[in-house]
C-alpha cells in the first residue's frame, strides 16, 4: 500500500474500519511471541519454544543472537507504528525485511527448514 499511494494515504487493509494499527499490532505479537521468548518460561516445559530458544539449545548462538537482534529491532519499530504516519510504516517494513531475510538466511538453513514468501504473503 505504502508503494502504491504515489504521495496520497495508503490505502491499508482494514483501514475503513480504523484498526489497521490493531491488526498489525496482532501479527506483530504472534511473530514476536515465535522469534523470541518474552518473559518467564511455562511452567513443567509446556507452550510454546521459541526460535531463539530452539536455536540455543541446539548449539546455533550465532543464528539466535541474530534472530534475538532483528526481532529487537523491528520490536522497536512496530512500537511506534501508525497507519497515519508513512514514513513509520516504511521504517517498521524496512526492519521486518531485515527479520525476514534473518528467518531466510540465518535460521532455516541450520535447522534445514526450506522458507519461502512471495508478494501473495501479505509481507
Known sequence: PLRA?????????RSASGSTAAQWA?????????AVLRGPA??????????EAYLRGRGLNP????LAAATQKAAGRMATIDPAMPARASAAARDLTVLKQVAE???APPLKINLGFSD????
Open 26 to 34: 496482532a501479527q506483530w505479537d504472534a511473530i514476536a511471541a515465535i
Open 63 to 66: 543464528a539466535a543472537d541474530a
Open 105 to 107: 538466511s540465518r535460521v
Open 42 to 51: 511455562p511452567p513443567g516445559g509446556t507452550g510454546l519454544v521459541p526460535l
Open 5 to 13: 499511494a504515489s504521495g496520497r494515504k495508503p490505502d491499508y487493509p
Open 120 to 123: 501473495g504473503d501479505g509481507d
